[in-house]
């Protein structure tokens, strides 16, 4: 075996090989996941451990100036957090189809990278990590590809193939090969077909909520091109990262003062809490000027306390953490109920109360910009939704239960079918791939 799949998330990502490639345990190789493990379809295919036993890696890369090193994955965005000097790319996909593809950037140190060098080395990364898992030199690769990297622009999207392909061929790739994501993802379901189904695939990530309306069936599985099985495909730009601003500001950021008023009976600035709400402004908070200033604000609170609390986080450096809460609160009631956020890193015994009401209300108009967009795929391709088989869910963001379930009613006469939610696009593709290559 030869090959491989990378499923180049703009989140995450993820890489497949053959089942039987992986070396044997004790012989040096990372040990593969355990069964069930993003294995479906038989276990013909396994992901390749990429960060510890983490078969998924953040696509992140951290170029650290002063140590002349490169991180990936969490390894890169913890640097990022510490302060290290040094640039980090993340989201590198959305470069594709951009006049930024050959475009340099900056990595501190007074070096400088070519936008698709980034893409590239991150590449290099994941072909390194799967050919230790396989014990072999890997040539051959699925790539995973969006049913479009660029709206309404076929030229700009035949180039983002074409960037992605040159930069998987630059780390040692001899043979290329593109597979369509929402194709990829159904490919588990598909494998359990007898009959043709028309399936909407819903993939809700970190960044973006896509929707593909696909036919699959045992016939349809035979062919190697899929491009005529996509009938329509529509998407936005709301998804994971916004679910967790909304959260952060509706809850773990409450009792810094989001939302409160001062002796004038005005709401206090709002500023601040929206940059402490979105992960890559976080930083820009940390600065003496912007510190100084916000200090400067403890007038314009009723309530010292939240401001004494909010200038804690700011001089401690505690935003990350905040958000990484916040997250974790909202994964914490997705499937219902409530949970009690402890808040003691910023003031011992602080906690408060958040359910599954307190993220409705947090997230609606979010849910409500996703459910219309998938509705809007099936308008696009004349498709009544009544006529859909099938709602197949993949992606991170689909373990929000009252998310999943607006969906589903829009499609009254549809089966729901769950895939893996960070691993399904990357076993199809794996799928694909021994069918492409063979094994």
């Known amino acids: 075996m030869t090959h491989c799949a990378i499923d180049f998330g703009t989140s995450n990502s993820a890489v497949a090989l053959p089942a039987?490639?992986?070396?044997?345990?004790?012989?040096?190789?990372?040990?593969?996941?355990a069964d069930g493990a993003g294995v479906p379809a038989g276990g013909v295919v396994r992901l390749v451990p990429l960060e510890g036993q983490a078969v998924t890696l953040p696509t992140a890369v951290f170029f650290d100036a002063d140590n002349n090193r490169i991180d990936y994955g969490r390894a890169a965005v913890a640097s990022y957090i510490d302060g290290i000097d040094g640039r980090l790319m993340r989201s590198m996909k959305s470069i594709l189809g951009s006049d930024l593809i050959e475009r340099t950037t900056d990595?501190?140190?007074?070096?400088?990278?070519?936008?698709?060098?980034?893409?590239?080395?991150?590449?290099?990364?994941?072909?390194?990590?799967?050919?230790?898992?396989?014990?072999?030199?890997?040539?051959?690769?699925?790539?995973?590809?969006?049913?479009?990297?660029?709206?309404?622009?076929?030229?700009?999207?035949?180039a983002a193939?074409?960037?992605?392909?040159?930069?998987?061929?630059?780390?040692?790739?001899?043979?290329?090969?593109?597979?369509?994501?929402?194709i990829a993802a159904a490919f588990d379901h598909e494998s359990r077909l007898?009959?043709?189904?028309?399936?909407?695939?819903?993939?809700?990530?970190?960044?973006?909520?896509?929707?593909?309306?696909?036919?699959?069936?045992?016939?349809?599985?035979?062919?190697?091109?899929?491009?005529?099985?996509?009938?329509?495909?529509?998407?936005?730009?709301?998804?994971?990262?916004?679910?967790?601003?909304?959260?952060?500001?509706?809850?773990?950021?409450?009792?810094?003062?989001?939302?409160?008023?001062?002796?004038?009976?005005?709401?206090v600035p709002s500023g601040v809490y929206f940059d402490l709400a979105t992960w890559h402004?976080?930083?820009?908070?940390?600065?003496?000027?912007?510190?100084?200033?916000?200090?400067?604000?403890?007038?314009?609170?009723?309530?010292?306390?939240?401001?004494?609390?909010?200038?804690?986080?700011?001089?401690?450096?505690?935003?990350?953490?905040l958000?990484?809460?916040?997250?974790?609160?909202?994964?914490?009631v997705a499937a219902g109920g409530s949970t009690r956020v402890d808040l003691s890193l910023i003031?011992?015994?602080?906690?408060?109360?958040?359910?599954?009401?307190?993220?409705?209300?947090?997230?609606?108009?979010?849910?409500?910009?996703?459910?219309?967009?998938?509705?809007?795929?099936?308008?696009?391709?004349?498709?009544?939704?009544?006529e859909i088989d099938a709602v197949y869910f993949t992606g991170g963001s689909t373990g929000l239960r009252l998310l999943t379930e607006r969906i589903r009613a829009g499609f009254p006469k549809a089966q729901a079918v769950t895939g893996d939610r960070f691993a399904s696009v990357a076993v199809g593709l794996g799928i694909h791939a021994g069918r492409l290559f063979g094994g």
């Open 194 to 267: 007898d009959h043709e189904q028309l399936v909407l695939v819903a993939d809700i990530g970190g960044g973006t909520s896509d929707f593909s309306l696909v036919r699959v069936g045992p016939e349809r599985a035979k062919r190697l091109d899929r491009r005529d099985d996509i009938l329509g495909h529509h998407g936005v730009h709301v998804a994971g990262t916004d679910f967790d601003r909304r959260v952060a500001l509706a809850s773990v950021l409450r009792p810094l003062g989001h939302g409160s008023v001062g002796p004038d009976g005005k709401p």
């Open 281 to 321: 402004l976080i930083n820009t908070l940390y600065t003496p000027r912007r510190i100084a200033d916000l200090a400067g604000t403890k007038h314009l609170y009723a309530d010292r306390a939240q401001h004494a609390r909010l200038m804690r986080v700011l001089e401690d450096q505690l935003g990350h953490g």
């Open 107 to 158: 990595i501190g140190g007074g070096r400088g990278i070519p936008y698709i060098g980034v893409i590239a080395t991150f590449l290099r990364h994941l072909k390194a990590k799967a050919e230790a898992a396989a014990g072999k030199p890997l040539t051959q690769v699925v790539l995973g590809r969006p049913a479009f990297f660029v709206d309404d622009d076929p030229e700009r999207d035949i």
């Open 323 to 332: 958000l990484g809460i916040a997250e974790d609160t909202k994964i914490a």
């Open 347 to 386: 003031e011992r015994e602080l906690a408060l109360d958040f359910d599954e009401a307190g993220l409705v209300q947090a997230v609606d108009d979010e849910i409500a910009r996703i459910v219309g967009a998938a509705t809007e795929t099936a308008r696009l391709a004349g498709v009544g939704t009544d």
């Open 20 to 33: 039987r490639a992986f070396r044997p345990v004790g012989s040096g190789a990372a040990t593969p996941p």
């Open 161 to 182: 193939q074409t960037a992605l392909a040159a930069a998987a061929r630059s780390v040692g790739f001899k043979e290329v090969a593109f597979q369509f994501e929402p």
